[in-house]
């Protein structure tokens, strides 16, 4: 029950976000905290938040996602949310913050990781993004975004 629970909260806020484009110059994730390492709550919203961004963003998300027709990060992850509505499968999500070094990016920041980790007919899988986000203002790098995984 808690499974599905957090799916629909999930899809609710993928559903609702609604950016215009991709917006470099766009405000931080959200206002609770500005500079220092991300929460997992903080990297959940961020990822709701970046849900439109196209897959073309990155050769490693190219063809990724349950349909030939997905083109957002938000549809790629999607597609193994819909899993969570499985209540026998084992189902978790896993946040990763590391401090980031990439030396193009002459300030301070972090490289966070959102995997969907399951478990279906006996099969083992995670799949999700990783980004970079300025330590300043939590600002999303919306070029950073990368599609991982496999299964």
Not at 42 to 70: H, I, P, R, Y
Request: charged letters at 15%.
């Amino acid at each position: 029950m808690i499974n599905k629970f957090i799916l629909l909260i999930l899809l609710s806020f993928l559903a609702c976000t609604n950016k215009p484009g991709i917006n470099e110059n766009a405000l931080p994730a959200q206002q609770l905290k500005v500079s220092g390492m991300p929460t997992d709550k903080e990297v959940v919203v961020m990822v709701m938040q970046n849900a439109d961004v196209l897959l073309s963003v990155d050769s490693s998300c190219k063809g990724v996602g349950s349909d030939f027709t997905d083109s957002t990060i938000g549809q790629f992850l999607s597609s193994f949310l819909q899993y969570y509505t499985d209540t026998s499968a084992k189902n978790s999500i896993s946040i990763q913050v590391v401090k980031g070094d990439n030396p193009e990016i002459k300030q301070d920041h972090w490289k966070a990781t959102f995997m969907i980790n399951g478990q279906t007919e006996g099969e083992n899988w995670r799949w999700g993004i990783s980004f970079v986000l300025l330590d300043s203002n939590h600002h999303v790098i919306d070029s950073s975004f990368r599609c991982l995984g496999g299964g």
